[in-house]
């Protein structure tokens, strides 16, 4: 190697550890909203593109697809149509119910608590067979939460539940069996422990300092500006402070809102605005990565009405690592990427 050489190897290097040092937190985050602590490691200097997908993914066979034609079997729920009046999107009973309408009771296995498997199982099917959430027209993502809102507003009648979970699950690894696309609903008759865990915390942020504590952190999201991703005017989408994995998104209404069953034809276009968009750039940026993607509610049938310190949110969780020993052990995440490197990636991607 000549002298030249060398000392370009050896500029290189520098740059490589000086790269290599700004880019090195080893920290805990909190969610001050939920008191949930994260870990924060980007020693490994790993860089956006590093979180790409590269696993082709696969589309089954369109004529064994039970997602077809939702709307002509008995299970059908609600058909929405678009202004052709053609449907767009079914909510169905799953055939395969995590639980059922058995009765609720508790009961005693020995030393084991026990309690039935009450509730509703529920799949919201979208037309296309091949076309993907960030793909999809704007005003079938509106019908699809308009779907969304109107199977959680009618399952609330159920005096037996407490708890009714939406999510989409998008690629098998993040669980989804079909590739068909669709939604999931879970109702059931218990409140998790980690969601009790989640709205005392925000109770007891709302006392403490007189304020929704998801209204605190948009207000100080927009005063840095750094993790902000996209916004329109009624939401926000943020890559949080204390993300638990990389390139962990979250969309919140701008203005204090608890309910998300309240939201008006406005609020509807504008989320499903920030939905398409925060999904379109998780696309681009990772290269159609899996995710789960939650909404992220008030439980119901319950004294505590919420309305002062709850402020509902989106929650989408690229499936960009696996949960190993020390997650399951902890509960604590380990997140790899600055998420300020992380919105800055997905707000370039276009
Ligand atoms: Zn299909
Ligand atoms: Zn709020």
């Known amino acids: ?9 050896r500029s290189v290097t520098v740059i490589d550890e000086l790269m290599e040092e700004q880019y090195s937190i080893v920290e805990f985050r909190e969610r001050p909203e939920w ?30 697809c039970p997602f077809e034609e939702p709307r002509n079997e008995q299970n059908s729920l609600l058909v929405l149509r678009d202004a052709q009046g053609e449907w767009q ?3 169905i009973r799953n055939i395969y119910p995590a639980v059922n309408d058995q009765p609720f009771v508790k009961s005693q296995n020995g030393i084991y608590p026990v309690m039935a498997g009450t509730g509703n199982h529920e799949v919201v099917v979208l037309r296309d067979h091949t076309t993907k959430l960030a793909d999809l027209a704007p005003e079938n993502i509106q019908l699809l939460f308009q779907a969304l809102i109107a199977r959680h507003t009618s399952l609330q009648e ?7 979970s939406l999510f989409e699950n998008y690629g098998a690894r993040a669980g989804a069996s079909l590739t068909h696309p669709h939604c999931q609903i879970i109702a059931i008759p218990i409140v998790p422990d980690h969601i009790r865990h989640r709205l005392n915390a925000m ?3 709302f006392m403490a300092h007189q304020e929704c504590s998801i209204c605190a952190i948009i207000r100080a999201e927009q005063e840095t500006k750094t993790r ?8 926000i989408v ?66 505590d009405e919420g309305s002062d310190y709850f402020h509902w ?38």
């Open 313 to 350: 949110s989106i929650s989408i969780l690229p499936k960009t690592a696996i949960w190993a020993g020390f997650e399951l052990e902890t509960d604590i995440d380990i997140n790899t990427i600055n998420p300020d490197d992380a919105a800055t990636a997905l707000r370039a991607a276009q």
């Open 238 to 303: 943020l890559c949080p402070f204390a993300s638990r994995i990389p390139f962990e998104l979250i969309i919140y209404p701008k203005h204090h809102t608890p309910h998300f069953t309240a939201s008006m034809a406005e609020d509807i276009a504008a989320v499903a605005d920030m939905v398409k968009t925060a999904l379109h750039k998780l696309d681009v940026a990772l290269n159609d990565p899996d995710y789960n993607m939650l909404i992220n509610l008030l439980p119901i049938h319950t004294d």
């Open 1 to 9: 190697m000549g002298r030249r050489n060398a000392a370009l190897q």
């Open 89 to 91: 999107v079914a909510a």
């Open 228 to 235: 902000i991703v996209a916004e329109n005017d009624r939401f």
């Open 35 to 64: 008191e949930e602590w994260f870990l924060l490691s980007t020693a490994r200097g790993k860089r956006p593109h590093d979180f790409a997908a590269t696993a082709e993914r696969p589309v089954s066979d369109i004529t064994k």
């Open 203 to 205: 109770r007891q942020y």
């Open 158 to 164: 159920n005096s037996a539940l407490r708890f009714i």
